[in-house]
């Protein structure tokens, strides 16, 4: 089982830009793929992106392809959401999540969609236009 917070949600102005921190607890933190999902008000949650469990794959969401960039850091136990260029339309509660995958699943291959089995307990991310 793993555990998930996240940090660096705020408040900023359109174009600028806002890096999402999500700590995990636990050993064995290269056995989950991870993902960045968001819901805004009144919308469905939906996938911005996710990373394989070596860091050497993404995917990303058309909506933020080229502004956002993930990435994570094993030793550490963290995954990261860089976002720039932040426009209104990205306003929402980010969340974190994880999947623990068995064997040699998703090594360098990011998985689709939103199956994931824990998340964490979403940060606010407001941008102004």
């Known amino acids: 089982q793993v555990q998930l917070v996240e940090s660096g949600g705020g408040l900023v102005q359109a174009g600028g830009s806002l890096r999402l921190s999500c700590a995990a607890s636990g050993r064995t933190f290269t056995s989950y793929v991870m993902g960045w999902l968001r819901q805004a008000p009144g919308k469905e949650r939906e996938p911005v992106g996710a990373?394989?469990?070596?860091?050497?794959?993404?995917r990303y969401a058309d909506s933020v392809k080229g502004r956002f960039t993930i990435s994570r850091d094993n030793a550490k136990n963290t995954v990261y959401l860089q976002m720039n260029s932040l426009e209104p339309e990205d306003t929402a509660v980010y969340y974190c999540?994880?999947?623990?995958?068995?064997?040699?699943?998703?090594?360098?291959?990011?998985?689709?969609?939103?199956?994931?089995?824990?998340w964490g307990q979403g940060t606010q991310v407001t941008v102004s236009s």
């Open positions: 999540a994880a999947k623990l995958v068995n064997g040699l699943r998703y090594l360098n291959v990011a998985p689709e969609g939103d199956d994931y089995t824990y």
């Open positions: 990373i394989s469990r070596t860091g050497a794959g993404t």
